[in-house]
């Protein structure tokens, strides 16, 4: 059963996954994020801004969320898992959630174009429960201004 303490895991967390994983820390959710090196340091030494083009701005300490480059510990606990690699990277995400995450997580697929569940669900996600969110058009980014990473909200997302 999923409710509000139930671990989030954001497998790949980029732009659009800072944007997402950090809005759902604001909301008070058990969030980790799964990332590159380089991005995991910088949000440990800066924290992680959320903005949209609403003017909507929140700087997250880097305590809110936990953070890891490390698969093995980053997808253990994880009770949802949101993917958000490029599609490039969706079979290597899914060889990763099926050699290490619990076999009841749910996965939920927030990825721009076509194909990525059925890559998912190839390897991993051999889940009675799995999601689609279709990302389309997304303007996100993740910068270092101001020393910062920053996540914009997206400017259009059909789900």
């Excluded at 820390?25 to 990332?35: D, F, M, P, Y």
């Excluded at 800066?46 to 949209?52: A, D, F």
């Excluded at 998912?120 to 303007?139: E, H, I, K, N, Y």
Aim: glycine share 8%; aromatic share 6%; net charge positive.
């Amino acid at each position: 059963m999923l409710d509000v303490g139930s671990r989030i895991v954001v497998a790949g967390a980029g732009s659009i996954g800072c944007y997402v994983g950090g809005c759902l820390a604001l909301a008070g959710r058990r969030v980790t994020l799964l990332l590159r090196p380089i991005l995991a340091d910088d949000i440990a030494l800066h924290g992680l801004r959320i903005s949209g083009f609403d003017g909507f701005e929140r700087v997250l300490p880097a305590s809110a969320f936990e953070s890891s480059s490390e698969p093995q510990f980053a997808l253990a606990a994880a009770q949802v898992l949101l993917v958000t690699v490029k599609s490039a990277a969706t079979a290597e995400m899914a060889g990763l959630i099926a050699q290490y995450a619990p076999p009841d997580a749910i996965a939920v697929s927030f990825q721009n174009g076509i194909g990525n569940m059925e890559a998912l669900a190839a390897t991993s996600v051999q889940r009675a429960r799995s999601l689609l969110v279709w990302c389309l058009s997304m303007s996100c980014r993740c910068a270092t201004r101001d020393k910062r990473p920053t996540s914009i909200a997206p400017a259009v997302a059909q789900c």
